[in-house]
């Protein structure tokens, strides 16, 4: 079964504005939070990651919440760009050897 | 330093085939994961390969193997293949035991007729 819940599926936001895309999780044994960034073609690719221990990490325009108690995390990008545009996934991981997956979302960023 | 690469970009199969796929990690890296893309399901685990040894196995059936090479190369093989095999498969590779940075290939796109 699905470990990491993510939505929206798809996601269309205007230049400038902001995309957040949220993530829930089951298992406690998580202790790795990590975000991908996939364009067509390509591999993903990783964009920031986070421990349980901190609610927020930034990095440029990218920023993850992370609220232990609801289980929860999310991605925000700031002032997003059509070069955003692409599929994101977030993941989770615990002291195993493998990441567990959300979905995805398709991001669009129109101009 | 090179990236992950993954050989073919494109395959072809018939139902009840089996394939290759080969995967040579980033210079150094010790690990070598490989996950199965589709639309549907997202990004699923299949294995992980570490110094050799499989470490860990996803949920997939036996179809599914791979191994890993004394220089961290690694194929995965699927026989017996099903219309539903058809997907993206992602191989990766880590330099840190723990595989919490993975780096991943462009993939190889399986298409079973």
């Known amino acids: 079964q699905q470990q990491v819940k993510q939505s929206p599926q798809s996601l269309i936001v205007q230049k400038g504005g902001i995309s957040i895309i949220n993530c829930a999780y089951e298992n406690t044994a998580f202790d790795y939070f990590p975000w991908y960034q996939q364009f067509p073609g390509k591999g993903p690719a990783l964009l920031i990651a986070i421990r349980p221990d901190v609610s927020e990490k930034k990095e440029g325009r990218f920023t993850i919440s992370f609220n232990k108690s609801a289980k929860q995390f999310s991605l925000h990008i700031m002032d997003s760009q059509p070069g955003d545009s692409a599929t994101y996934f977030c993941?989770?991981?615990?002291?195993?050897?493998?990441?567990?997956f959300g979905k995805g979302t398709s991001l669009l960023v129109t101009p | 330093k090179a990236g992950v690469t993954q050989t073919p970009r494109y395959l072809i199969k018939t139902r009840g085939q089996q394939v290759t796929l080969s995967c040579s990690p980033i210079?150094?890296?010790?690990?070598v994961s490989w996950y199965q893309q589709t639309p549907g399901q997202g990004l699923q685990f299949l294995f992980e390969?570490?110094?050799?040894?499989?470490?860990n196995k996803g949920n997939f059936p036996g179809r599914f193997s791979g191994r890993q090479f004394s220089n961290s190369r690694s194929e995965m093989n699927v026989s017996t293949l099903e219309l539903g095999d058809s997907a993206l498969y992602l191989c990766?590779?880590?330099?840190?035991?723990?595989?919490?940075?993975?780096?991943f290939g462009s993939g190889t796109q399986l298409s079973v007729l």
């Open positions: 390969y570490f110094s050799e040894t499989q470490r």
């Open positions: 210079s150094g890296h010790r690990s």
């Open positions: 990766a590779s880590s330099s840190d035991s723990t595989n919490e940075k993975l780096f």
């Open positions: 993941a989770a991981k615990n002291s195993g050897y493998a990441l567990n």
